[in-house]
């Protein structure tokens, strides 16, 4: 349990650092939880780590409970602890055992949260929006296809929740794996519940063609779908935007109706984070999954190079020894991924994490992890693929915010949430919740922040926050809210690529 000192928090009680809440000045006194008073030597910027005791050279440092690191010197009483006198303790790849953590318990959802307003689509599932997706099969299509969205839009609001398009680069000149990334993703976005309807344009001469494309499409969402290739129409702004009137005036005939929680996908992603995101926003998108689990939902985890340093807390909460293997599995593939690129497995944090108090990889990674809250991981998924089994669920993507934000909702989210404390405007094709670390943030950046996780620093408890945000989520599931990126009409995806363009 964090305990607050004055302008510090502690983690936990082993842990050797605490964390500045505010800019300290050299000489400034700090009371530590045991009454000792210690005198900071260092400027130390907010979020950042304050040695508590002496540290030898080569000793790990603990935060979390867990080690961050190896001490490059011996660290004082009151230093900075950073980059300067710290490094990773993380190297090569390692061998896993399973050893299962003790049972979860579920957390009860209060009633009136337990349901929210969605659109039962006519295979069971349920939508949160109900949008019209232009989705094309290469990029040499964007620009009609932007050009379709934005008339269409228009031209059809109040229909419809709106008509929305998502460029991207792909799809021509690819080979392989990622010809094979590129449609599977593609399809799995066409399959997506919010999304009642969805043109699919392709341009006639790419790899991904529309015929080997619609292959990938289940007979069972056939109703939904449309396709048009460019190059065999006359005028093929007339076509779409015919065909895209058929997708609007079969989509406006579903409403909205009570659905049970247990119905919702959330994603789980972090991006710009800071020495706070492991303390407020992370726990708390974690105390959201476990909320959303216990009610039946499902929770999809990503950012694999994010769980490097951190792995063995997820791997002891798989479900069963197979699941184990995969996530193993995963994990060594996405080392190798780096290996193969001749690149450092742990060349990571980034410098707007260093900047914001995150030293190591394995300090970034045990914040990261807390996103999946405490649940046992059900299934573990490759790129692109669709979430199966309700629960906590890790899909194969990496760190990168468009392309793990892309995945998670090809998997199936409805809604991602997305802690940060540097900030970002980006929104990906569902809508995006932002959750800022800290205060500071959440005021300066009204128009891309949602909601303020800072509050835990100041007097909030977990519950209480927890609810609080799980009441804007059902909200924004029923449609009584928008996130800011949605009011903004930022909307992006972005697809992995690893292999040879043409």
């Given at each position: 349990?964090?305990?607050?000192?004055k302008?510090?928090?502690?983690?936990?009680?082993?842990?050797?650092?605490?964390?500045?809440?505010?800019?300290?000045?050299p000489?400034?006194?700090?009371?530590?939880?045991?009454?000792t008073?210690?005198?900071?030597?260092?400027?130390?910027p907010?979020?950042?780590?304050?040695a508590?005791?002496?540290?030898?050279?080569?000793?790990?440092v603990?935060?979390?409970?867990?080690?961050i690191?190896?001490?490059?010197?011996?660290?004082?009483?009151?230093?900075?602890i950073h980059t300067?006198?710290?490094?990773?303790g993380?190297?090569?790849?390692l061998d896993?055992r399973?050893?299962?953590t003790?049972?979860w318990?579920p957390?009860i959802?209060?009633?009136?949260?337990q349901t929210?307003?969605?659109?039962?689509?006519?295979n069971?599932?349920?939508?949160?929006?109900?949008?019209?997706?232009?989705?094309?099969t290469v990029?040499?299509i964007n620009k009609?296809?932007?050009?379709?969205?934005?008339i269409?839009?228009?031209?059809m609001q109040?229909?419809?929740?709106?008509?929305?398009h998502?460029?991207?680069?792909f799809?021509?000149?690819?080979?392989?794996?990622?010809?094979?990334?590129?449609?599977?993703l593609?399809?799995?976005?066409?399959?997506?519940?919010?999304?009642?309807?969805v043109?699919?344009i392709?341009?006639?001469?790419?790899?991904?063609?529309?015929?080997?494309f619609?292959?990938?499409?289940?007979?069972e969402?056939a109703?939904?779908v449309?396709?048009?290739?460019a190059?065999?129409?006359?005028?093929?702004?007339?076509v779409?935007l015919?065909?895209l009137?058929?997708?609007v005036?079969?989509?406006?005939?579903v409403q909205?109706k009570p659905?049970?929680l247990?119905?919702l996908?959330i994603?789980?992603?972090c991006g710009?984070?800071?020495?706070l995101?492991?303390?407020?926003?992370?726990?708390?998108?974690g105390?959201?999954?476990?909320?959303?689990?216990?009610?039946g939902?499902t929770a999809?985890?990503?950012?694999?190079?994010e769980?490097?340093?951190?792995e063995?807390?997820l791997m002891?909460?798989?479900?069963?020894?197979?699941?184990?293997?995969?996530?193993?599995?995963?994990?060594?593939?996405?080392?190798?991924?780096f290996v193969?690129?001749g690149?450092?497995?742990?060349?990571?944090?980034?410098?707007g994490?260093?900047?914001?108090?995150?030293?190591?990889?394995e300090e970034?990674?045990?914040?990261?992890?807390q996103?999946g809250g405490?649940?046992?991981?059900?299934?573990?998924?490759?790129?692109g693929?669709?979430?199966?089994?309700?629960?906590?669920n890790?899909?194969e993507?990496p760190?990168n915010?468009?392309?793990?934000?892309?995945?998670?909702?090809a998997?199936?989210?409805?809604?991602v949430?997305?802690?940060?404390?540097?900030?970002?405007?980006?929104g990906?094709?569902?809508?995006?919740?932002?959750?800022?670390?800290?205060s500071?943030l959440?005021y300066?950046k009204?128009?891309?922040?949602?909601?303020?996780?800072?509050?835990l620093?100041?007097?909030?408890?977990?519950?209480e926050?927890?609810?609080?945000?799980l009441?804007?989520i059902?909200?924004?599931?029923?449609?009584?809210q928008?996130?800011?990126?949605e009011?903004?009409g930022?909307?992006?995806?972005a697809?992995?690529?690893?292999?040879?363009?043409?």
């Open positions: 349990m964090n305990t607050i000192i302008d510090c928090i502690t983690i936990q009680k082993q842990d050797d650092v605490v964390i500045a809440l505010r800019d300290v000045s000489g400034e006194l700090i009371m530590l939880e045991n009454g008073i210690l005198s900071v030597s260092d400027p130390v907010r979020g950042h780590k304050i508590v005791h002496e540290i030898a050279p080569d000793q790990d603990m935060k979390y409970g867990f080690s690191g190896k001490a490059k010197e011996r660290i004082q009483p009151g230093q900075w300067h006198n710290l490094r990773t993380l190297s090569g790849t896993y399973y050893e299962p003790p049972t318990m957390t959802v209060p009633e009136h949260l929210f307003e969605g659109y039962v689509r006519e069971g599932e349920v939508g949160i929006r109900n949008e019209i997706w232009i989705i094309n990029g040499c009609v296809c932007e050009a379709l969205a934005r269409a839009h228009a031209d109040g229909r419809v929740e709106g008509v929305y998502f460029p991207h680069p799809g021509c000149s690819q080979l392989g794996d990622d010809l094979e990334y590129t449609k599977q593609l399809a799995s976005l066409v399959l997506h519940p919010n999304a009642a309807g043109l699919v392709g341009l006639g001469c790419e790899n991904n063609q529309i015929e080997q619609a292959e990938a499409i289940p007979s969402y109703h939904k449309r396709y048009l290739k190059q065999e129409e006359d005028d093929e702004m007339e779409g015919n065909l009137e058929e997708l005036m079969q989509a406006e005939q909205r659905v049970p247990s119905k996908k994603g789980l992603k710009g984070s800071d020495g995101s492991g303390i407020t926003a992370n726990p708390l998108v105390s959201i999954a476990d909320l959303i689990v216990s009610a939902g999809i985890l990503t950012e694999v190079p769980m490097f340093g951190a063995t807390i002891n909460r798989a479900q069963t020894p197979q699941v184990f293997d995969e996530l193993v599995e995963l994990i060594n593939g996405f080392k190798q991924y193969n690129h690149q450092n497995i742990y060349e990571n944090p980034s410098p994490n260093k900047a914001g108090g995150i030293t190591t990889l970034k990674s045990l914040g990261c992890t996103k405490h649940s046992q991981v059900m299934d573990v998924l490759r790129y693929m669709r979430v199966q089994q309700s629960g906590l890790i899909i993507a760190g915010d468009l392309v793990s934000v892309t995945a998670l909702s998997a199936g989210a409805h809604i949430l997305f802690t940060t404390g540097r900030g970002t405007p980006f990906g094709p569902v809508p995006t919740l932002k959750i800022a670390t800290q500071d959440a300066r009204k128009h891309w922040i949602d909601y303020n996780a800072g509050q620093l100041e007097g909030k408890t977990m519950e926050v927890s609810l609080d945000l009441t804007s059902v909200d924004i599931a029923s449609g009584r928008q996130t800011n990126s009011k903004h930022f909307r992006e995806i697809i992995f690529k690893d292999g040879v363009i043409l």
